[in-house]
């Protein structure tokens, strides 16, 4: 499985991005899928998955602001960030499980395939 993110930028505090992640592989629709994100110094975070059947889970930090889903038919996640703030400013990371049908996991190490990471600056 091959995993490319796309989307970041440089944008306000307030302001809006939407991240990709378009995913290689047949089984792409059955595996739970994640984004995580690292700032400078600090450790790769939780943002949020999404689930094979389309639920979804967050941390706290971005409950109501960020929201994630899925195309199936295009193998791929979206992020959709909005009310961003300058905290928001890391490499952001998608990740899929290795296997089908798993549910949400919020450590790293639950994630066998990511991305290459894609930069989102929030200027305050």
């Known amino acids: 499985v091959q995993l490319q993110a796309s989307g970041g930028g440089l944008v306000q505090a307030g302001g809006s991005l939407r991240l990709s992640c378009a995913a290689s592989g047949r089984t792409f629709s059955s595996r739970t899928m994640a984004w995580f994100r690292q700032a400078p110094g600090k450790e790769r975070e939780f943002v949020g998955g999404i689930f094979w059947s389309g639920g979804t889970y967050y941390a706290d930090s971005v409950k109501g602001r960020f929201a994630i889903s899925r195309d199936n038919a295009k193998n791929t996640v979206y992020l959709q960030m909005n009310s961003l703030k300058p905290e928001d400013t890391a490499v952001y990371y998608c990740?899929?499980?290795?296997?089908?049908?798993?549910?949400?996991?919020?450590?790293?190490?639950?994630?066998?395939?990511w991305g290459q990471g894609t930069q989102v600056t929030v200027s305050s």
């Open positions: 990740a899929i499980q290795g296997r089908s049908f798993i549910s949400i996991v919020v450590e790293p190490t639950g994630y066998d395939y």
